[in-house]
């Protein structure tokens, strides 16, 4: 399936293999095929065939490609004013429309232009409001790649361990295992070892825990969600320990799960909230939330402590205004839950048809499964992964999955109709 089209003298994946910085993206590799352009759920590649886009590049292209509302917005503010240090009518549109749909008392919002950044702002605001320096993640958790996020989970552990960062700390993530997802919403556990573990990691502490990071369902890690009750016993605890909670919801926010954010899925008030990806419809944007008990008593205070280079800007400003618009379109979450309730069928039937698959899981948008090898029941290895991910990408539908924890993450603004072009494309490919 490789791809010849030609930039200068060499092929496209060749140019980026040169030029690129560090190692070139894993599944574009996989895939070998070169996007021109996206409509709708659809990507499209130079020889012009079609794929209903299951990745949405980790959640980013959340509402489609080229949507017209947004690819209008955007054009619209690029001919008026793309960046200035002085306020603009945008941002303080785009507060007041953000103001309407995070969880009650959130309402002051720091805007940025990537998930890690907001991150990073988060971990600072609570250590700068608590005084304490430790922050606890989750094992399998991930929040980024800078000098403080890389250290939350376990992805990086010898490197935090080699440069003794000593502030970033990490348990275990309460998976929910005994349930697919179309019966999550009847799992009851809560996560009680975790949280145990939580609190015994605290107790040996010394200066304090200032908040606990955690993603409301791992979305690196497989689109895996977490015992259905475990964030709001977290919060409990959290609250009782005077400890901060952030909800990083990167991914699941601005619709994903058939809310507006998993906090209002889980119902779960976090004290900081983390937003980015399909925030911005695929313009860099991403923003803390927080109430202003924290932000007036932070560092963040002092004027032009939130700012940054793209923070505010007003092209993202207005790529944020269009998704809101198409958030509270009539009867988009209600979609966004029918077509998740088929997706969640779909895939408990290709999972009893396939040799293949074992442990589908998800809420929402928020799918996956595990990729396993019939001989031994062990993941599947990369040879297996990439020859099901590619026949699966011929039968016309891009899933993340090259590597045995496959992730679905589906435009919200899917149909049903999509959803069963899907749903058979991956059987065709699964199941023999
Ligand atoms: C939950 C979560 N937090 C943070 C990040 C980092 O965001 P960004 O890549 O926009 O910096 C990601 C990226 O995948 C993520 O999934």
Redesign the pocket.
């Known amino acids: 399936m490789l791809d010849t089209v030609h930039s200068g003298a060499h092929s496209v994946p060749d140019t980026i293999r040169r030029l690129g910085g560090g190692g070139p993206r894993r599944i574009a590799e996989s895939a070998g095929v070169v996007i021109t352009h996206g409509r709708g759920a659809r990507l499209f590649d130079s020889q012009g065939r079609g794929y209903l886009d299951f990745a949405t590049a ?3 292209a959340g509402f489609g490609h080229a949507h017209p509302r947004w690819a209008q917005a955007l054009a619209d503010q690029a001919a008026q004013l793309a960046a200035t240090v002085l306020h603009t009518p945008m941002q303080a549109d785009y507060l007041a429309g953000l103001a309407e749909i995070v969880p009650d008392g959130l309402e002051r919002v720091a805007l940025y232009s ?6 990073e702002v988060a971990l600072r605001l609570a250590q700068s409001v608590t005084g304490s320096p430790h922050v606890v993640s989750f094992t399998s ?5 800078t000098a403080g ?1 890389r250290f939350t989970g376990q992805r990086y552990a010898s490197e935090r361990a080699a440069l003794g960062i000593d502030w970033i700390h990490d348990v275990a993530y309460p998976l929910c295992t005994g349930h697919d997802a179309v019966s999550y919403s009847t799992c009851e556990g809560e996560g009680a070892e975790a949280l145990a573990e939580l609190d015994r990691c605290a107790a040996g502490l010394q200066g304090g825990v200032a908040a606990v990071i955690v ?1 409301p369902v791992l ?2 890690a497989g689109n895996r969600p977490p015992q259905r009750h475990f964030l709001s016993r977290l919060r409990d605890l959290c609250t009782r320990r005077g400890w901060l909670l952030i909800l ?5 926010g601005f619709g994903r799960l058939g809310t507006h954010f998993a906090a209002d899925w889980f119902s779960v008030k976090p004290d900081i909230l ?1 937003m ?2 399909a925030m911005g419809g695929g313009f ?1 944007l ?1 923003g803390v939330a927080a109430p202003s008990s924290l932000w007036d008593n932070s560092l963040y205070a002092e004027m032009s402590a939130t700012s940054s280079s793209y923070g505010a800007n007003p092209v993202a400003c207005a790529a944020g205004l269009a998704v809101l618009d198409i958030l509270r379109e009539e009867g988009f979450l209600d979609n966004v839950q029918a077509v998740a309730g088929v997706l969640a069928e779909g895939l408990r039937d290709i999972e009893r048809r396939s040799p293949y698959v074992e442990r589908s899981r998800g809420v929402g948008l928020m799918l996956g499964f595990d990729f396993v090898d019939p001989q031994s029941g062990a993941p599947a290895g990369p040879e297996l992964c990439k020859r099901l991910f590619l026949d699966t990408l011929q039968r016309g539908l891009l899933i993340v999955g090259d590597v045995p924890g496959v992730r679905l993450n589906p435009p919200m603004t899917l149909t049903v109709a999509e959803a069963e072009q899907a749903l058979e494309a991956l059987s065709g490919a699964v199941c023999r």
Request: no cysteine; glycine share 24%.
């Open positions: 980790m959640g980013v990537g998930g890690t950044e907001a991150v958790g991930f929040h980024g790649k996020t993603e979305g690196t990083d919801e990167n991914i699941t983390v980015g990806k860099p991403s």
